[in-house]
């Protein structure tokens, strides 16, 4: 039966992976521009309102919120050490979208990094978000959703679905400040492309220089293709959106064998080309048979009862005769070969090393 879902798998992939002429792709779907992209923001908080399930007591807690309370102007006595459980220090994270701005809301990830077991019930106290550069550009606040849940008995026995310890608060900042892109007076775009591929780079200047004339797009390298425009933010948004529309031939993909070692997945693209090649596969299968056997003594002996161990060891070896792996300029021949050798996923991975220190594999071999 396996075996059978083994051919049956491989004859699937013959299908479905056998070349195909190259498809026109849009470009925004090959990349993006440069600038253009999403940044990180990170905040430190409290979340208070917790029934019991707060940090406990932890001298940072205690910290932030007297810092918390002297926005207010109440200043706590120096030894002062109330009950926190009712409080948690969470990290708040936020991806600020590109051209994001002021007013925008944005959804927000709170997470406990103390001692609380649930941040349910919880609200967030009003928290700055701030960049990479330490600036601030969005303020969190609202009360928290949380997926987990948790009891706990009073025997001591608990019980915790999903992660209580983490939520999210849905439009829970506001963006403060915009991130300047140079988008409207930089001297020229820069579209990079996600795969690095110099054939693909080259088309993509190539079909933006037929559609808006020669000398509008150079590719610079593998990724990037530069592409001039005139200064202005109204001008440029029309530019990018005429270039994310037009179709480009993209360059056929470097030949890969992509393996998963622990789970037997094997995928193989289109552009693997296999050499002449010999190969012979066989199975050694070692079995220990273990019986234990009475031995009773005969009638008015001397001798005593014992139990006798018996061990038997055969050792059985698949004969398969070498099989011939014929020059394929396809992968439906490749995946007849390796139908016909009947390996399997396992044995499969030796195969395809072999056949690739043997040079017969035109491919980049990926163990996973």
Sequence with gaps: MKQLMIRALIAFLATVFVMQPASADRIKDLGGFQGIRSNQLTGYGIVVGLPGTGDDNLEYTVQSLKAVASRFGLQLPPGAN????????????ADLPAFAKPGQKLDITVASIGKAKSLRGGSLILTPMLGADGQIYAMAQGNLAVGGLGAEGKDGSTIVVNVPSAGRIPEGATVERAVQTGFENTPALTFNLARADFTTAQNVASVINNRFGFGTAQA?????????????????ATLMSNIENLDVVSAEPSAKVIVNARTGTVVINSAV??????????????????????????PFS???????????????EEKRQMFL????????????????????????VAILEALKEAGALRAELIIL
């Design 82 to 93: 109330p009950g926190m459980k009712n409080a948690a220090v969470v990290l708040i994270t």
């Design 273 to 298: 080309r296999v050499g002449a090649a010999a190969v012979t596969h066989g199975k050694l299968t070692v079995r220990i048979d273990e019986q234990q056997r009475v031995s009773q003594p005969a």
């Design 325 to 348: 792996i014929a020059p394929g300029p396809k992968l439906s021949d490749i995946v007849k070969a390796v139908n016909a050798i009947g390996a399997s996923p396992a044995d499969l």
């Design 302 to 316: 001397q001798g005593q009862t014992t139990v006798e161990q018996r061990s038997g060891v055969a050792v059985e």
């Design 220 to 236: 610079i390298d593998a990724v990037s293709v530069s592409v001039r425009a005139p200064i202005g933010g109204d001008v440029r």
